[in-house]
């Protein structure tokens, strides 16, 4: 089907305008379904590999549409190329990269045949390893360029190197070595980084593709500046590209910044009240809207004022008269109507919420679900259900960790620990309750290193 109709009485997009290819730099043919447009002009474009375009002239007036492969003139030889535009477009093509229409004066030659693919297959084939081996003899020859691209000509006679270098290169020894090396006649091209991004291609952090591989063909420079004009954060990961340079897309926009920034007032603008001073802390071009606070270097008591308020307040000011307030009107009249989903619904209204399961009356909690506490607890009711022979003491002695950190905390080391557990068996047994003290505080009653008390001193007397 050609066309897809809108209405029976409209005329629709056609489908010959899209053409047959998946190349960079790819575009809509929207005159392709016009009877005779093509008969207006005999200017092509054709397309070869990546980004490189040009133009040429249909002296035969083939019926050429849009992804035919044909044969084109070239010095020596002849190339291979796609069409990828016909008809009155074409002129404004050559009209946005600002050359004249009547400079193509090379000609299509025929549409290619069998032969002509078979060649320029081959010569593709050569282009990868032609690009490493001539990696290699410009570092032998310590030329500072990095050699990103090769493109061999349609018939193999002449291959074009793509170069990147931040300055100026004498490559004259090198392109005799290129041509002593592959026998080929030899074309060297200078390229920017944003350039080679292009041949390259890739998706932004847009989510698509990159400018400067579907439509831009002229590059403009970009400046911080565009990014402090639209407030955006300086953090140069995210204002760079894919070429590390800043991004083509900062200069999109920076004419409709620039025109709402000269209808607000200085940075530095100053308004009194009857409840204190008010400094200018953050503007928002686009909303219109600029926000106060109380404090020049720190935000307090910030509030959000609309334009139209804030220049009666300056007239106000001026004429010696303060407002009782900054808004005369509730601040939720500039939203405008605006509603923010986000804030509808709590985020989290999704999540699987955990429920607590009760303990039963009297029994034991259900296995793996006890939680830390109760097993702590647990464990200090295993300590105390000790013999009736045995002491705290040596219940102590079988924890090995608390040990090593008592003997840390005391001057005396194990031998004061020894000293003290003998003091120990000597005393005889403890009751739970002492013995609860001691496991709570870590250390004897008495305090670190302390003496036995009166009670353990009366005992020893009796025993002797």
């Not at 679900?369 to 045995?390: H, K, M, R, V």
């Amino acid at each position: 089907m050609d066309e897809f109709l809108l209405n029976s009485n409209q005329r629709g997009l056609s489908a010959r305008g899209c053409g047959r290819q998946d190349k960079q730099l790819n575009s809509y043919n929207w005159l392709a379904d016009i009877p005779g447009v093509d008969a207006l002009t005999d200017l092509v474009e054709v397309q070869f590999k990546n980004t490189r375009k040009d133009y040429y002239i249909n002296s035969n007036h083939l019926p050429l549409q849009k992804g035919d492969i044909v044969a084109v003139e070239s010095v020596p030889g002849h190339d291979i190329g796609v069409v990828t535009m016909t008809g009155p477009l074409v002129k404004l093509q050559m009209k946005k990269i600002r050359l004249k229409a009547d400079t193509g004066t090379r000609r299509v030659y025929r549409l290619a045949r069998e032969l002509d693919m078979q060649k320029y297959e081959e010569a593709k084939a050569r282009e990868h390893s032609t690009m490493i081996r001539s990696r290699q003899i410009a570092k032998e020859l310590q030329l500072e360029m990095k050699i990103g691209d090769v493109e061999y000509q349609g018939d193999g006679n002449k291959a074009i190197f793509y170069y990147i270098a931040d300055q100026r290169v004498d490559f004259r020894k090198l392109i005799k070595v290129l041509a002593e090396e592959f026998k080929v006649r030899i074309e060297m091209k200078q390229i920017g980084a944003r350039q080679e991004a292009g041949r390259i291609g890739g998706i932004g952090p847009c989510g698509r593709e990159l400018c400067c591989a579907t439509w831009m063909k002229n590059f403009v420079t970009v400046s911080i500046n565009s990014a402090r004009c639209q407030d955006v954060s300086l953090n140069p990961q995210k204002l760079a590209g894919q070429c590390a340079k800043l991004k083509c897309c900062l200069n999109y926009e920076i004419s409709v910044y620039t025109e709402a920034a000269a209808k607000m007032p200085p940075s530095d603008t100053v308004i009194e009240t009857q409840k204190g001073v008010y400094y200018l802390v953050k503007t928002d071009v686009l909303a219109g809207t600029l926000g106060f606070s109380t404090d020049k270097h720190l935000v307090e008591n910030y509030t959000i004022v609309p334009i139209e308020r804030v220049f009666d307040i300056i007239r106000m000011n001026q004429n010696g008269e303060k407002p009782a307030d900054l808004n005369s009107e509730d601040i939720s009249a500039l939203d405008n109507g605006k509603m923010d989903l986000a804030t509808q619904e709590s985020l989290t209204r999704f999540d699987k919420r955990k429920r607590k399961k009760k303990r039963k009356k009297g029994g034991a909690a259900p296995s793996g679900e006890e939680s830390a506490p109760e097993q702590a607890l647990e464990g200090g009711n295993q300590a105390e259900a000790t013999d009736e022979g045995g002491s705290n003491a040596d219940n102590r002695q079988g924890n090995p960790r608390r040990d090593r950190n008592r003997n840390r905390r005391r001057p005396g080391g194990n031998d004061s620990r020894q000293e003290q557990t003998s003091s120990a068996d000597e005393g005889g047994e403890r009751t739970p309750r002492e013995g609860n003290n001691r496991r709570r505080h870590g250390r004897k009653p008495g305090g670190r290193g302390a003496a036995p008390n009166a009670n353990e001193a009366k005992t020893d007397t009796a025993e002797s």
